[in-house]
Nanobody, 124 residues
Framework: EVQLVESGGGLVQAGGSLRLSCVAS????????IGWFRQAPGKEREGVSQ????????SYADSVKGRFTISSDRAKNTVYLQMNSLKPEDTGVYYC?????????????????WGQGTQVTVSS
């Protein structure tokens, strides 16, 4: 059974940091790129970042460049999203997803499997 399980969300003040984790199981981790997406209340889900597990190539949305860092631990089948200098506009449910044939790294339609999400709330 394919599973992607996110954790690490929570409530943090503006300027603070959080590290999200995405643990994958049920598929060949190295074959997939893993992306992070977020959805704020009343808004569409948007791409945040992606990493390819073997090459380690990473992509970021302009809104998070310089503040967020994605990384992968292949031994643990886990992808992390380190989020620094958080802003209230970063608030939302954060999802990880797996993409077998990476194309546009931040396009929702690329992704084959999705996790259930973890809530991130940044207070001002």
């Amino acid at each position: 059974e394919v599973q992607l399980v996110e954790s690490g969300g929570g409530l943090v003040q503006a300027g603070g940091s959080l590290r999200l984790s995405c643990v994958a199981s049920g598929f060949r981790f190295d074959d997939y790129a893993i992306g992070w997406f977020r959805q704020a209340p009343g808004k569409e889900r948007e791409g945040v970042s992606q990493i390819t597990n073997i090459e380690g190539w990473s992509s970021y949305a302009d809104s998070v460049k310089g503040r967020f860092t994605i990384s992968s631990d292949r031994a643990k089948n886990t992808v992390y999203l380190q989020m620094n200098s958080l802003k209230p506009e970063d608030t939302g449910v954060y999802y990880c997803a797996a993409d077998l044939f990476p194309g546009d790294p931040l396009a929702l339609s690329e992704y084959d499997y999705w996790g259930q999400g973890t809530q991130v709330t940044v207070s001002s």
